[in-house]
């Protein structure tokens, strides 16, 4: 029997606060609760309904403002109407009566459509089109399926024999069951279409989502700018996804601002929640108020952009607050530089704005700090801890183990030497959610729960400042964090960075050092533009090295010119390295002084080494540093010839969460490294994390740098591989998993291979016909089979119209800097089905270090339906990629910067589409020139000892096997694999570019010269004549009379293209539904006027031996065409004929009897028509698809209408088209797929391209 349970539960790990000193200090101090202190929340957006997120604890409102700065959620709402009986006429086309309450004075009311899906969170969305296909499409479709077959087997049941009529009588009804069967492959929930109507009530600005999608709006909520009331709502009870509204432009821009994720609540709910009822739910400053910045763009998967994190940190100055927390960030290549940073760098000096973000969720290996979290001087890094405590609550591990860093969080130093990581704080939560999760509360661990942690403790802090009056800059702030927070024994410092944050200590650090003359100073700190002295590869450590040391007081923006110059400090500089020297003292006023370091690492040991030189104030030393400046030096072992160029390490002990480092020279030559993990243990299977980085100076650690996460079986293995440089230091880690129980042994070898390819990327040249790289071992014995694998055709595009203008309010900075857009448009046609991925080479893969603010592309089909979007980074993720259908598209292009200048310079950028070949093309390598000339025996493998050399060469690719669309100026991209061994393939791959070049000319009528000797020189007369003839007929049509038409008959009475296109005219003019019996009289003239007979029998010919066979052949052709042309037009105009008079006398199929004797000619004349047509032709033929159609409608064979109406709209993808899909759905009774498209129509055809 089990025992009876404890009745007691630890609270206490669920949102961590003891840890860090904040329980203690609410305890002490409970009025310090974070009132009187505003935190912005840059995140995915914060849902104003979710738990604890409604009021702060001394009842003021908890979110002061709801903004969304990434555009995602902004709606054109420019185009301005004015209702005629209370009633006026949506973007979507519905009927939208406006309720009698509602206040107007100008009855102006600005209109637009949105795409709800657009602002649906993923996960939300995803459940909601299940949801949709379950109750209304699955049910109903099956039913519709279900009958078409039933009706398919009674008739086959019934009939043996079939007529030619019952045949297509069975195909009516094979068609039905073929088209349900292909709705439900091609089934496609394209997401509610709401109405949005803006207005002014003569005191603010209104808004009206239409959610019922029926033009109901007096049972749907009207809502002014959050700030105004906070007011927000529901988009259903299903989605339960709640929104707001904020109004730009003077109406002409409706932002619907909704959560775009569950992350930005939770963080929310970490810094600040707030529960009367539950107060052990509380977050850690509960008093504080909220700011809720989305800068998660929906689109982009909640990705952020330069456009969402400028306008948040406007939106931030304007607001006045306090603290950001910014649980967001990405590797950069360069640290503490670009326009984002700058403008972060900005609120943070000038307007004392204290920035809080997380470090990185990319740990154990060193340098892996994101940006802005770990490389920007202003922001506070933030890392990621785990307690005891959390351990049993939060995670219910089976025992508590000791406190430690999570194994994922990102480690400094920075690639410029700053330390990367300042505080850490308990990373992980159980907090509230948004309500469309359809939970209340989610345990979420990252650096971002990290983050909050940390942001809420010194929200804390500033309430207690501000309530007793004690003034205080980011500077001391930042100080008292580093020199109060609490070292963890046993986690190293680009762990923890100075330790977890502790609340308590800090405010008596503050109190006790508020009066301080340095307390509100800062320090720049520089080893030339370096923000320490980082020493990490081999030619570093030979000797002793001195380094320049730059240090300039920072005074705050409000700071008078008397404190600068009364400033004299008499600074103590201290180290407690011995490899270190440096001065003892420096006295340091209002300029920049410098001083000298030597750091000599020769006698270190292998291993990662790490001390500061602090800087103190003589006359408070008990305050702590002033400054810091952190030295870095990994020391390298070199991997030997001897060892066979391999690390072996056995019988290694892990304890949970345990990390060893290895810094490896990477030997000469060598491109990848192989790595394979045993484990010794019987008993414990474990989790591993096995990690590398190499830094390339101007390159984000990512660039090189091999992650895997294994789990370790008991005598279990594992092997992998990774590619490697040689001349840089490799760190290699293997970390246990903090949450791994057990002690287990492991045995690991880390062994490096070289293969070099020269070239070091391959260009290939379609011209050159033979392309020869060279390949050698340069290591060791190595089995070479080189195979070139071309994966995708990059397709260069330039612009078609660009265009800059300034931006508005939501875009302009402190001081009136204005910033301005440019849109370039670029197009290219999808010649197939496929995926494409765009990017801008130029921009692409630079974000926070960029020198323009923002990029983002769109993507638009024929129709304007935005397709996709994407920014900075395409190649890391999946999500940019986009499955295209055959067509044309648009891509808009927007880059903002501060200068228009810098964007004029843009005004001719290139960008790419790169097209995915479904099956890759491998081109031919062979190990010597002249079987690569013949093309026999293609190479396999061969074994090269070290040092050994072999050439092989590449052919072209055969024309034929060019993917459709690739031409001249396009390449083929792909990869060359040297190694023979399935590891060395996955590591060790060499870039290849296939150049082409213009296809073959292809020869035409079989370049027959007997066949001009064969032509009589025309006169020129006669060549003039005949050339006025043509152009006369091609303008008939344009002109629009028969003077030509009279003319020309007259001239030329037995000439077809006259009479074809005469027929053309008449199809075409607008009064064409009364002119039906004309356009048959001049389809039979042009069917007359050719000799079928003779037609027949020449497309019955297997071979025309006839000098003159290609120009007869061709003139046959022509009238085939002619034929087939007339025939369809002449078919078409009998069915409209009938179709008019259906749908005039409302007759139907059992009533044609009854019709008319004219009626009845026609259907008779139309049937003869659709068997004439049979003769020359499919009816799935594209020239006859129109004419299929109509037919099939005339005699109520709405299956094959249908089937003849997709094939119509996959040539042309119009509305009309698609209109007449709904038609014949509605039809047959299939009222579901009728309206699901029908729904789907206002999005498949925006009035306008989506906004920016």
Not at 91 to 106: A, M, Y
Not at 257 to 267: I, L, R
Request: proline share 5%; net charge negative; with cysteine.
């Amino acid at each position: 029997m089990a025992a009876y349970p404890d009745d007691s539960f630890p609270y206490q790990g669920l949102l961590p606060k003891k840890e860090t000193g904040a329980a203690s200090f609410l305890s002490r101090y409970p009025e310090y609760d974070g009132r009187g202190i505003l935190i912005a929340i840059l995140d995915t957006g914060v849902d104003p309904g979710a738990q604890g997120l409604q009021v702060t604890s001394d009842g003021k409102p908890k979110i002061i403002d709801i903004i969304d700065t990434t555009g995602s959620g902004d709606v054109n709402t420019s185009t301005i109407v004015k209702p005629k009986d209370g009633i006026i006429t949506g973007i979507s086309g519905r009927t939208l009566k406006i309720p009698e309450n509602w206040i107007n004075p100008s009855e102006n009311y600005h209109v637009g459509l949105k795409n709800g899906y657009e602002i649906f969170p993923k996960t939300l969305r995803e459940r909601i089109q299940k949801e949709k296909r379950e109750k209304l499409w699955d049910p109903v479709h099956r039913n519709c399926l279900a009958e078409a077959c039933r009706e398919l087997d009674e008739f086959d049941s019934t009939h043996t024999s079939l007529s030619q009529v019952e045949k297509i009588e069975r195909e009516e009804l094979q068609t039905q069951v073929e088209m349900l069967n292909s709705m439900e492959k091609k089934y496609c929930d394209s997401g509610p279409s709401y109405d949005c109507l803006v207005w002014h009530d003569g005191e603010t600005w209104r808004a009206c989502v239409d959610t019922s999608e029926l033009g109901d709006l007096s049972n749907c909520s009207v809502l002014r700018n959050y700030s105004v009331a906070q007011e927000y709502a529901s988009l259903g009870l299903s989605e339960m996804l709640n929104y707001s509204i904020n109004v730009y432009d003077e109406g002409n821009t409706l932002c619907i601002v909704a959560s775009g994720g569950a992350h930005g609540t939770h963080v929310a709910s970490i810094a600040a929640g707030f529960f009367p009822d539950d107060p052990e739910r509380n977050g850690i400053a509960p008093g504080a108020q909220i700011l809720a910045v989305k800068i998660g763009d929906t689109r982009l998967s909640t990705m952020e952009t330069g456009t969402g994190l400028i306008r948040a940190m406007i939106e931030t100055i304007k607001y006045k607050c306090d603290l950001v927390n910014y649980s967001y960030g990405e590797a950069t290549h360069w640290p503490n530089a670009g326009c984002i940073c700058e403008v972060i760098n900005d609120a943070v000096l000038k307007h004392n704005v204290i920035y809080v973000s997380s470090a990185g969720n990319n740990g154990p290996c060193l340098s892996t700090v994101g940006c802005p979290g770990g490389t920007t001087s202003s922001v506070i890094g933030v890392g990621a801890y785990v307690s005891p405590d959390m351990m049993v609550s939060e995670y219910s591990l089976r025992e508590k183990l000791p406190a430690n860093q999570y194994t994922w969080s990102s480690r400094g130093p920075c690639a410029d030497g700053a330390l990367g990581v300042s505080i850490s704080a308990p990373g992980g939560a159980i907090a509230s959610v948004p309500n469309w999760t359809l939970r209340g509360t989610q345990l979420m661990n990252g650096t971002s729960m990290s983050s909050p942690n940390a942001c809420g403790g010194i929200a804390l802090l500033l309430s207690g400042l501000k309530a007793n009056g004690i003034g205080y800059s980011v500077h001391f702030i930042r100080r008292a964090l580093e020199n109060t927070a609490m070292k963890i024994e046993g986690i190293e410092v680009f762990a923890q960075g100075h330790g977890i944050i502790q609340v308590d200590k800090a405010y008596e650090y503050l109190v006790q050092n508020s009066l301080m003359p340095t307390r509100n100073l800062g320090f720049n700190v520089f080893v030339g533009n370096q923000r320490g002295i980082y020493l990490r590869d081999s030619p570093n450590h030979a000797s002793p090295s001195d380094h320049g040391v730059a240090i300039e007081p920072v005074f705050p923006e409000y700071a008078v010119n008397s404190e600068r110059i009364s400033l004299q400090l008499h600074i103590a500089l201290t180290c407690n390295a011995s490899w270190i020297n440096c001065p003892g003292h420096l006295e340091l006023m209002n300029q920049c002084r410098h001083i000298n370091i030597r750091v000599n690492p020769s006698g270190l040991r292998e291993g990662v080494h790490f001390t500061e030189v602090c800087g103190y104030d003589t006359t408070a030393p008990d305050a702590g540093p002033l400054f810091r400046l952190p030295i870095t030096v990994t020391v390298p072992l070199r991997v030997h010839e001897s060892s066979g160029y391999e690390l072996v390490c056995s019988d290694v002990p892990f304890k949970p969460g345990q990390i060893t480092r290895h810094f490896l020279e990477v030997p000469y030559g060598a491109t990848w490294a192989e790595v394979t993990v045993s484990s010794l243990s019987s008993d414990v299977s474990s989790k591993f994390v096995l990690h590398a980085v190499q830094l390339e100076k101007q390159k984000a650690y990512r660039t090189n740098e091999f992650y895997k996460f294994i789990s370790l079986l008991e005598k279990g293995s594992c092997s992998e591989a990774f590619p490697v440089l040689h001349g840089k230091t490799l760190e290699f880690c293997i970390a246990r998993w903090w949450a791994s129980l057990g002690d287990v042994s492991v045995k690991y070898t880390i062994s490096f291979h070289g293969i070099v390819c020269t070239p070091s990327q391959l260009h290939i040249n379609a011209a050159d016909g033979i392309t020869r790289f060279d390949v050698i071992s340069t290591m060791k014995y190595e089995e070479v089979a080189p195979l070139i694998s071309l994966k995708c055709w990059i397709q260069s595009l330039r612009p078609i119209s660009t265009k800059t203008r300034p931006l508005g309010p939501r875009d302009t900075l402190p001081n009136n800097r204005q910033f301005y857009e440019i849109i370039l448009m670029y197009s290219f046609h999808q010649t197939k089905n496929g995926e494409v991925t765009v990017s801008c080479p130029l921009l692409c893969e630079l974000l926070y270090e960029s020198e323009y603010d923002s990029q983002l592309w769109m993507l638009f089909d024929q129709n304007k339906k935005l397709m996709g979007s994407g920014d900075a980074y395409p190649h890391q993720v999946t999500k940019y990629s986009l499955k295209l259908d055959k067509g044309d598209y648009t891509i808009r292009l927007q880059v903002r910067h501060e200068q228009l200048s810098e964007l004029e310079r843009l005004k001719d950028l290139p960008t790419i589409v790169s097209h995915r070949i479904p099956n890759s093309l491998n081109l031919d390598v062979y190990d010597n020139h002249g079987n690569a000339l013949i093309g026999k025996k293609k190479s396999t493998s061969l074994t090269l000892q070290s040092g050994c050399t072999q050439p092989f060469f590449v052919t072209s690719i055969p024309d034929d096997k060019i993917p459709k669309g690739a031409g001249p100026g396009c390449f083929l991209s792909g990869t060359l694999t040297l190694a023979k061994s399935e590891l060395g393939k996955k590591a060790d791959m060499v870039s290849v570019q296939y150049h082409l070049i213009p296809s073959p000319n292809k020869q035409k009528n079989g370049n027959k010269d007997k066949e001009k000797d064969a032509e009589k020189e025309k006169d020129v007369k006669e060549e003039f004549a005949d050339a006025l003839r043509d152009l006369k007929i091609q303008w008939m049509a344009k002109l629009d009379e028969n003077v030509f038409y009279e003319e020309l008959k007259e001239s030329y009475p037995t000439h077809l293209p006259l009479y074809v296109a005469r027929l053309h005219q008449l199809d075409t003019e607008k009064d064409r539904m009364k002119r039906m019996d004309v356009i048959v009289e001049a389809a039979d003239d042009v069917i007359s006027r050719i000799d079928q007979t003779a037609l027949a029998i020449h497309l019955a010919m297997k071979t025309d031996p006839r000098p003159e066979a290609a120009t007869v052949k061709s003139d046959m052709e022509k009238q085939k065409s002619s034929l087939i042309d007339a025939l369809c037009r002449k078919g078409c105009a009998l069915a409209d004929t009938i179709l008019q008079y259906h749908s005039q006398e409302g007759a139907t199929s059992e009533e044609v009897d009854s019709t008319g004797d004219d009626t009845k000619d026609s259907l008779a004349n139309l049937t003869e028509t659709f068997w004439e047509i049979l003769k020359w032709t499919e009816l799935t033929d594209a020239k006859v698809l129109t004419f299929a159609y109509k037919h099939a409608l005339v005699n109520k064979m709405h299956g094959r209408a249908l089937k003849f109406a997709i094939k119509l709209l996959e040539d042309k993808p119009n509305k009309e088209n698609w209109k007449n899909c709904i038609q014949v759905m509605k039809l047959l009774g299939w009222k579901h797929c009728a309206s699901f498209t029908e729904s789907s129509l206002s999005i498949m055809f925006p009035q306008e391209y989506a906004p920016f």
